[in-house]
């Protein structure tokens, strides 16, 4: 069934345009971008497309007020520990409830799309099953969040290390074992990942692109973490005698289907290396920050040619607005200059674009533009908050939610054409604390 939506300003990949009409099919798609009717009413007063989260570990949204008091050096690795507790000890409804519950809090914060990195693949008991991956599929489509699932590869604890018992739920022995899970799931699969060099050996990583390609065509996504962390960079120079993305580069042939999540700590030669190659490098600054991770270059790469994305990532944060404004405030801390992703009409439109536009290739899917072809995934600003009291016109508006707002300034949420409100729910709160607790789970 055929629908329509009017609103007074879209931001298309042209620029903000006036008083436009979206006709929309029964795929929710948009077939045409014309000029509304005289008198139409309008749906919404400014019009954005839906960010896509291009990298997302639903789950881990119950984190959220835990691992935060010191223990010695804390880090990254030490965070770790608290990861491996809650996955330890999800069961496949709680699991359910959380994803739900992070997805429905994504649409609110104005991600329409989710690029899905899971890597539950056992029972608590370590026996292989499949109830996880169904978990999270389901959690997705019942909340109304499109959802491109992409399953995880994971083989190994570290470049010279076995797997440990708190990443028994974790693991695929080889990548013909992987993807036999990848077939099982294909209609579902937006792409493939391989977790990280040095869960996955470099020459199963080559083994894991093939047989994806054989199965879900040769242009699917294929996502890796990278260079994330210093230790990780010079334990992979210590192992191979090569830097992270040197490595994958002689391992598999680069090209814009491959998305590189972080990429934090890459030098020069190898940032160069994935611009010319056309992959994504894409950056999740609240849990970066959150995490301690560091700084990418992200200006500088982008101003280069560089493709960037972003994802919501942990989910321990959840606001698509607030992950943008510490992409741009991030890099004027490191360079000392303002504007980092701006244009001559301002700052919010040319990020807010540039990022949506950019999570299309991570998911595989026609999102992130309000352009004919792409799915109808739209949310609005609600132009009445007091935020944007004192601004004349929408580039000013959303220079205001960049830099002033968050996600409470998102009125309206539309996926595939279809309105969305928000929805109460989540009954995880006692099964995260049963299995938080101290002496439970991994």
Same mark, same amino acid.
């Given at each position: 069934?055929?629908?329509?939506?009017?609103?007074?300003?879209?931001?298309?990949?042209?620029?903000?345009?006036?008083?436009?009409?979206?006709?929309?099919?029964?795929?929710?798609?948009?077939?045409?971008?014309?000029?509304?009717?005289?008198?139409?009413?309008?749906?919404?007063?400014?019009?954005?497309?839906?960010?896509?989260?291009?990298?997302?570990?639903?789950?881990?949204?119950?984190?959220?007020?835990?691992?935060?008091?010191?223990?010695?050096?804390?880090?990254?690795?030490?965070?770790?520990?608290?990861?491996?507790?809650?996955?330890?000890?999800?069961?496949?409804?709680?699991?359910?409830?959380?994803?739900?519950?992070?997805?429905?809090?994504?649409?609110?914060?104005?991600?329409?799309?989710?690029?899905?990195?899971?890597?539950?693949?056992?029972?608590?008991?370590?026996?292989?099953?499949?109830?996880?991956?169904?978990?999270?599929?389901?959690?997705?489509?019942?909340?109304?969040?499109?959802?491109?699932?992409?399953?995880?590869?994971?083989?190994?604890?570290?470049?010279?290390?076995?797997?440990?018992?708190?990443?028994?739920?974790?693991?695929?022995?080889?990548?013909?074992?992987?993807?036999?899970?990848?077939?099982?799931?294909?209609?579902?699969?937006?792409?493939?990942?391989?977790?990280?060099?040095?869960?996955?050996?470099?020459?199963?990583?080559?083994?894991?692109?093939?047989?994806?390609?054989?199965?879900?065509?040769?242009?699917?996504?294929?996502?890796?973490?990278? &260079?994330?962390?210093?230790?990780?960079? !010079? =334990?992979?120079? $210590? %192992?191979?005698?090569?830097? @992270? *993305?040197?490595? #994958?580069?002689?391992?598999?042939?680069?090209?814009?289907?491959?998305?590189?999540?972080?990429?934090?700590?890459?030098?020069?030669?190898?940032?160069?290396?994935?611009?010319?190659?056309?992959?994504?490098?894409?950056?999740?600054?609240?849990?970066?920050?959150?995490?301690?991770?560091?700084?990418?270059?992200?200006?500088?790469?982008?101003?280069?040619?560089?493709?960037?994305?972003?994802?919501?990532?942990?989910?321990?944060?959840?606001?698509?607005?607030?992950?943008?404004?510490?992409?741009?405030?991030?890099?004027?801390?490191?360079?000392?200059?303002?504007?980092?992703?701006?244009?001559?009409?301002?700052?919010? &439109?040319?990020?807010?674009?540039?990022? !949506? =536009?950019?999570? $299309? %290739?991570?998911?595989?899917? @026609? *999102?992130?533009? #309000?352009?004919?072809?792409?799915?109808?995934?739209?949310?609005?600003?609600?132009?009445?908050?007091?935020?944007?009291?004192?601004?004349?016109?929408?580039?000013?508006?959303?220079?205001?939610?960049?830099?002033?707002?968050?996600?409470?300034?998102?009125?309206?949420?539309?996926?595939?054409?279809?309105?969305?409100?928000?929805?109460?729910?989540?009954?995880?709160?006692?099964?995260?604390?049963?299995?938080?607790?101290?002496?439970?789970?991994?």
């Amino acid at each position: 069934m055929s629908r329509e939506l009017n609103f007074e300003h879209i931001l298309t990949p042209a620029g903000i345009e006036r008083h436009r009409r979206l006709s929309i099919d029964g795929d929710g798609r948009i077939t045409a971008i014309e000029p509304s009717a005289p008198g139409a009413a309008f749906d919404g007063w400014l019009a954005l497309p839906g960010m896509p989260s291009a990298h997302s570990h639903a789950f881990q949204r119950g984190l959220a007020g835990y691992g935060e008091a010191r223990q010695g050096e804390d880090s990254f690795w030490s965070w770790r520990d608290s990861m491996y507790r809650l996955a330890a000890g999800l069961d496949p409804d709680t699991l359910y409830e959380l994803c739900w519950h992070t997805y429905r809090e994504m649409l609110a914060a104005g991600y329409t799309s989710v690029a899905e990195f899971h890597y539950l693949h056992r029972r608590r008991d370590g026996e292989r099953a499949t109830e996880c991956v169904d978990a999270v599929i389901r959690a997705a489509t019942d909340a109304g969040m499109r959802q491109s699932f992409i399953p995880v590869f994971y083989q190994r604890g570290g470049f010279d290390a076995p797997a440990g018992p708190a990443q028994a739920r974790f693991l695929h022995r080889d990548a013909e074992d992987f993807l036999t899970l990848v077939a099982m799931y294909q209609r579902h699969c937006g792409g493939v990942a391989a977790h990280s060099l040095r869960a996955v050996p470099a020459d199963m990583i080559e083994d894991m692109v093939l047989g994806a390609a054989e199965l879900l065509g040769p242009s699917a996504p294929v996502h890796l973490h990278i &260079a994330e962390q210093p230790a990780e960079v !010079a =334990a992979c120079v $210590a %192992a191979t005698g090569r830097r @992270p *993305v040197e490595l #994958l580069a002689e391992t598999v042939e680069l090209g814009p289907h491959w998305s590189l999540v972080h990429a934090t700590h890459t030098d020069h030669a190898e940032q160069a290396l994935i611009r010319a190659s056309g992959a994504t490098v894409v950056l999740c600054p609240l849990t970066e920050g959150y995490l301690g991770d560091g700084m990418f270059p992200a200006a500088e790469f982008a101003a280069a040619g560089g493709r960037i994305a972003i994802g919501s990532d942990s989910n321990v944060r959840i606001d698509a607005v607030e992950e943008l404004r510490w992409l741009e405030y991030g890099q004027r801390l490191s360079t000392g200059r303002r504007g980092c992703f701006a244009n001559a009409e301002g700052l919010g &439109a040319a990020l807010w674009g540039r990022l !949506a =536009a950019g999570g $299309a %290739a991570p998911l595989g899917l @026609p *999102v992130g533009a #309000l352009q004919v072809g792409s799915y109808a995934d739209v949310v609005t600003v609600d132009a009445g908050a007091m935020l944007f009291a004192g601004c004349d016109g929408p580039h000013a508006v959303l220079d205001a939610l960049i830099t002033a707002g968050d996600g409470r300034a998102i009125d309206q949420v539309w996926v595939g054409g279809r309105r969305h409100v928000p929805l109460e729910g989540g009954e995880f709160g006692p099964a995260l604390r049963r299995i938080m607790a101290p002496g439970e789970g991994a």
